[in-house]
């Protein structure tokens, strides 16, 4: 099975966002899916429950508090994807038992410089995992909300291209991901000309995930 790792110690940067879309991309391509939230707010636990009853619904595991050493033993043998959605403020080594059984680590960043700032502490961390260190686990950087027609965001991509951790994709701003959440869906479900358009925005991550 492939396990991606979404992470940030940013609150608001977009983590359950990445994880749920995710995690419904490869359900909706036939793929097994188990969303694992370690989150103690449950929003990805409460994203899967709300879609249980779509073909394409994703098995959520919780993962939270205790249940954060076990959760390996959860999912199932024939899982053939897993998502990894983890709480605001952790660190890598708060991480590690996720970090352990990851192919990839995706990170989303808002591209503000407080945002930026505090990502820095966070990578800080990851690379003294020696997998990470040594080339041997990929981490890709997601510009999240991104605004590309502003100063500011142009200038926050152009800071992070000079980091040692690709970007891997830009998401741009819109309200239907907040929207989509609450019914459980995600923009993956719909084929709408102005959904496409925001689809697109994943495929370099969706590459990248797959190249891992």
Do not use: C
Not at 57 to 73: C, E, N, Q, T, Y
Not at 189 to 196: G, K, L, T
């Amino acid at each position: 099975m492939k396990t991606i790792l979404v992470a940030s110690s940013k609150g608001g940067a977009g983590k359950t966002t990445l994880a749920s879309n995710l995690a419904a991309h490869f359900a909706l391509d036939g793929k097994r899916t188990v969303l694992v939230d370690a989150d103690p707010q449950g929003s990805s636990m409460h994203w899967a429950q709300r879609r249980a009853e779509l073909e394409s619904a994703v098995l959520p595991i919780d993962a939270s508090g205790a249940k954060k050493r076990g959760w390996r033993d959860a999912v199932p043998a024939d899982a053939e994807r897993v998502v990894i959605d983890v709480p605001a403020g952790a660190m890598a080594d708060d991480l590690a038992p996720f970090i352990e059984h990851a192919d990839a680590i995706v990170v989303p960043v808002i591209p503000s410089g407080i945002d930026i700032e505090a990502t820095v502490g966070f990578l800080n961390t990851l690379a003294k995992v020696p997998r990470i260190h040594k080339r041997k686990l990929p981490v890709g950087l997601v510009v999240n909300r991104s605004k590309p027609w502003t100063n500011a965001s142009q200038q926050a991509v152009e800071m992070l291209k000079t980091w040692p951790y690709p970007v891997v994709a830009q998401l741009r701003d819109t309200q239907a991901y907040v929207v989509l959440a609450g019914l459980g869906r995600s923009l993956f479900d719909y084929r709408s000309a102005q959904v496409r358009d925001h689809q697109s925005d994943w495929d370099p991550l969706l590459r990248w995930v797959k190249k891992a």
